[in-house]
């Protein structure tokens, strides 16, 4: 794992979202910000003036928000090694795969399951909050997302494949063909 990057209040909000993805998230949740057109930043746009804008919110407490929600993050990140080994060793484990149908039906890690709106439904209604859940998305840019949205659903023992199914498939499984997305 690699050290924390930097953070300052003149730091970017591109910067900050591409060195903590998990702040958008963060922002939003605590200090209702990035989440609609109200509340929304620019790429270009400091933190500093993010926080003035949103009714002077502490520069301070913000940058310690988004540092205590990356470490929290990179506490939910498995890596792919970890994850094959973790499936092998628990047969009730759930592995869901949060990316799209047709990457799906493409290719995936063998023994998951494709997330639908009804799968939360599903795992909710077995009762078993303590169930061992790994999510993984292609490049692991959404899986932290899908991972926390569970646990706020009560599930207490889920994680993320850090790096998706690209780094799992030079890592574990090079029989898995690699792709890219036209739009990534």
Same mark, same amino acid.
């Given at each position: 794992?690699?050290?924390?990057?930097?953070?300052?209040?003149?730091?970017?909000?591109?910067?900050?979202?591409?060195?903590?993805?998990? /702040?958008?998230?963060?922002?939003?949740?605590? #200090?209702?910000?990035?989440?609609? !057109? !109200?509340?929304?930043?620019?790429?270009?746009?400091?933190?500093?003036?993010?926080?003035?804008?949103?009714?002077?919110? *502490?520069?301070?407490?913000?940058?310690?928000?988004?540092?205590?929600?990356?470490?929290?993050?990179?506490?939910?990140?498995?890596?792919?090694?970890?994850?094959?080994?973790?499936? /092998? /060793?628990?047969?009730?484990?759930?592995?869901?795969?949060?990316?799209?149908?047709?990457? #799906?039906?493409?290719?995936?890690?063998?023994?998951?399951?494709?997330?639908?709106?009804?799968?939360?439904?599903?795992?909710?209604?077995?009762?078993? *909050?303590?169930?061992?859940?790994?999510?993984?998305?292609?490049?692991?840019? !959404?899986?932290?997302?899908?991972?926390?949205?569970?646990?706020?659903?009560?599930?207490?023992?889920?994680?993320?494949?850090?790096?998706?199914?690209?780094?799992? !498939?030079?890592?574990?499984?090079?029989?898995? *063909?690699?792709?890219?997305?036209?739009?990534?």
């Amino acid at each position: 794992m690699s050290a924390t990057p930097e953070l300052s209040p003149d730091s970017t909000m591109q910067e900050i979202l591409s060195a903590f993805p998990g /702040a958008k998230r963060a922002l939003f949740a605590r #200090y209702h910000i990035g989440g609609c !057109s !109200s509340c929304a930043y620019g790429d270009d746009e400091s933190l500093s003036s993010v926080c003035h804008r949103n009714d002077d919110l *502490p520069i301070d407490e913000v940058m310690t928000h988004i540092l205590n929600a990356h470490e929290h993050d990179k506490k939910l990140l498995i890596s792919p090694k970890r994850a094959e080994e973790r499936c /092998a /060793a628990n047969r009730d484990l759930l592995l869901l795969d949060i990316r799209t149908a047709e990457e #799906y039906d493409a290719v995936r890690i063998s023994g998951s399951t494709r997330y639908t709106e009804q799968t939360l439904q599903e795992i909710s209604a077995t009762g078993t *909050p303590d169930r061992e859940i790994i999510v993984y998305d292609h490049l692991g840019k !959404s899986a932290l997302d899908i991972a926390s949205f569970i646990m706020g659903h009560g599930f207490t023992n889920v994680s993320a494949i850090e790096g998706g199914i690209d780094r799992y !498939s030079q890592e574990v499984d090079n029989s898995l *063909p690699r792709y890219r997305l036209e739009f990534e």
